[in-house]
């Protein structure tokens, strides 16, 4: 095993070396520009099954999780550290963050032994931050309840996540999301109604949802919660969110974003002054070229610099992260980075060279002192994640893995110079 890992380790670095050298010049591939991209929903998780209502309160946790029937949890490897409050420290911003989402698919996977062992290979790529995703559904656009369904992860398994992470001197930003059990011609964005009582409904139901997390977030000394993920038709409603983000601060003292999705919404909030941080899930078309060169990657990343620096001079006070950001190792990643549904060939060079110009345009410029870090899209709880012949997002056991190394471990990034275009 120990050799195995020793000339996988070896190939990977080989890849990234030849991928650099090669980053400015056409693959052997086709170089045609492609028509414009297409509009696509973003990066989901599978759809579940049934659903069960919400209780009003978290379910109790204590540092030592018991079993749950059918769950393998790990023989613990780490010290638990007793849960304290989060703080709402706008100091701890200046810390850069540097994430990589946590994704689990199924019921009991966060707490499996399987989850341990990927956990500790994410903890060693120098990640300082994870985020966790719980998600709960409601049946479609229109509907005015949301429940639990059947892959939904329990509170000990989240809280198994927490402690870990904490343990191991990692912080954690808590991400609930809404998702659609009986809708496959929409997406969360998409949810709203036709008249106010609907409306008030979902929002009732919604504050609900959100505060179950936000209780165990304070419970469990999460140090940052998303009071949303990409439900773009709902945030037009400034003042229905505002009461949310007030009603949440009842309950939480840690810091608080919301989660934008890339494709104007993070223009149309109105509320950021109401958060502590700007949080924008970034999967923004980059390229219209099937093989992109590394110059074409850094000019497509200069309209959003200007949009996300003009967001920023909008709210000055309120520093912005990247909530989720990634790419497939698939071919066509650079032009439809968001589509987490379509099919396509193997293209771990596009990926590594993806990963490579998001952090040469964003770690660490003078003039963006307000970006504050990342969060990379995705690390599976499965430590067989990945892969040389995988074409998902996660940059596991892949060149792109190299790439955020590289980056993530880096001591002191002021003096780490970049190409980007300014």
């Not at 414009?36 to 990066?43: G, I, K, L, N, V």
């Not at 954690?172 to 969360?188: C, G, M, S």
């Not at 993070?266 to 899930?281: A, K, P, R, S």
């Not at 040469?360 to 002192?369: A, F, G, K, L």
Request: net charge negative; glycine share 4%; with cysteine.
């Amino acid at each position: 095993m120990l050799l195995f890992r020793i000339i996988r380790r070896a190939w990977l670095v080989a890849f990234v070396i030849t991928t650099a050298a090669c980053a400015n010049t056409p693959s052997w591939r086709e170089q045609a520009a492609l028509p414009s991209a297409p509009t696509y929903p973003p990066t989901q998780t599978p759809a579940p099954f049934t659903a069960t209502p919400i209780p009003l309160t978290p379910t109790p946790t204590s540092d030592a999780i018991a079993p749950s029937q059918n769950a393998t949890s790990p023989s613990p490897t780490h010290t638990p550290i007793a849960p304290h409050n989060p703080t709402r420290d706008p100091a701890a911003l200046n810390e850069y963050q540097r994430g990589i989402a946590y994704v689990a698919v199924k019921r009991n996977e966060y707490r499996s032994e399987n989850s341990q062992r990927a956990l500790d290979e994410l903890f060693a790529t120098g990640a300082n931050y994870i985020s966790v995703l719980v998600t709960w559904y409601q049946a479609d656009i229109h509907s005015t309840a949301i429940a639990r369904a059947a892959n939904t992860p329990s509170d000990e398994e989240l809280a198994f996540v927490v402690q870990y992470a904490h343990a191991h001197g990692v912080k954690v930003l808590l991400k609930p999301q809404v998702d659609l059990t009986h809708d496959r011609k929409h997406w969360r964005g998409e949810i709203q109604f036709y008249n106010e009582a609907d409306w008030q409904a979902w929002f009732a139901a919604y504050r609900q949802f959100i505060l179950y997390h936000a209780r165990f977030a304070q419970a469990q000394g999460v140090e940052e919660l998303a009071v949303g993920t990409e439900l773009h038709a709902t945030t037009t409603r400034t003042a229905d969110w505002r009461a949310v983000i007030r009603a949440v601060r009842q309950e939480y003292t840690g810091l608080l974003t919301y989660s934008a999705n890339h494709s104007g919404e993070e223009i149309q909030v109105q509320f950021w002054d109401d958060l502590d941080f700007i949080g924008v899930n970034v999967f923004y078309h980059l390229t219209n070229y099937r093989t992109p060169t590394m110059q074409q990657i850094l000019e497509g990343w200069r309209t959003p610099v200007r949009q996300l620096t003009n967001l920023h001079n909008n709210f000055p006070n309120q520093p912005i992260i990247f909530t989720e950001v990634g790419y497939p190792s698939m071919d066509l990643a650079s032009v439809w980075p968001w589509n987490w549904d379509r099919t396509g060939a193997v293209d771990l060079e596009e990926q590594a060279l993806l990963y490579d110009g998001l952090f040469q345009t964003w770690w660490r410029h003078p003039e963006r002192p307000w970006f504050r870090g990342m969060f990379i899209w995705n690390w599976l709880a499965d430590p067989n994640q990945g892969g040389p012949d995988d074409t998902d997002f996660t940059p596991h056991a892949k060149p792109a893995e190299e790439i955020l190394r590289r980056y993530y471990q880096i001591p002191d990034l002021t003096n780490f110079q970049t190409t980007a275009p300014k």
